[in-house]
Structure formats: C-alpha cells, structure tokens
C-alpha cells in the first residue's frame, strides 16, 4: 500500500516561493508515477506536475517556468518547489502516486493520494 505525507504548505505573498514536500513509501522504486495535483475551492482537481521513471517530468502550462518537481530516490521523497506565486495558485496541494504506464496529469488515473497541505498567495 502506498502512503502518502504532504508537508510545506503555508501563507506567502506573491512573488514569494514556498516548497512541498511529500514522503513517500510503498512505491515501486524502478518503475513509478508520482504527481502533485491541486484543489481551489469551488473548483476541479488540476494536475501540476509529474514525474515518472526515466525522469519524464511535464508540468500544468499555468506553472511552467516558476514550478519544479523533482524526487529524491534516496530519502523516498517527493518535491514541488515553487517560485514567482501568484494568488491564482492558492488551493490545498496533493501529492499521488499512480501507475508507470498511466501516469498523466489527469486525477481519474490515481489511486493513492495524500492528506493534502494548504498552499495560500495573498498580499
């Protein structure tokens, strides 16, 4: 069973960086999809970023150029550094874990999720 620990959220003005951490065990460690997805109130689960083995990464067009999602393989740990926030990123950020052969930005194709940690842009 794959589980899932968020951590790193906070409040932050714009322009201001903030990085998310999700520790992750249970995953397989040769072939795996790990992604961090987010949750606006009042709106649909967006995919961010991910990364799968081979280091293919790909990013949601709206945080390209200032997110980067990057895994530490040695501490089991999954990042989403975050530079340039805007208030249009505010929303409470998951971290999954889905199938190698699946892995997508689209939430339908994960199963293992975590808690969740809240991410807030305002001046």
């Known amino acids: 069973q794959v589980q899932l620990v968020e951590a790193g959220g906070g409040s932050v003005q714009p322009g201001g960086s903030l990085r998310l951490s999700c520790a992750a065990s249970?995953?397989?460690?040769?072939?795996?999809?790990l992604s961090w997805f987010r949750q606006a109130p009042g709106k649909a689960r967006e995919g961010v970023a991910k990364?799968?083995?081979?280091?293919?990464?790909r990013y949601a067009d709206s945080v390209k150029g200032r997110f980067t999602i990057s895994l530490d393989n040695a501490k089991n740990t999954l990042y989403l550094q975050m530079d340039n926030l805007k208030p249009e990123d505010t929303a409470m950020y998951y971290c999954?874990?889905?199938?190698?052969?699946?892995?997508?930005?689209?939430?339908?194709?994960?199963?293992?999720w975590g808690q969740g940690t809240q991410v807030t842009v305002s001046s």
């Open positions: 249970g995953h397989s460690s040769d072939s795996y999809c």
């Open positions: 999954a874990s889905g199938t190698y052969g699946w892995c997508s930005l689209d939430a339908a194709y994960y199963n293992d």
């Open positions: 990364i799968a083995s081979g280091d293919l990464i």
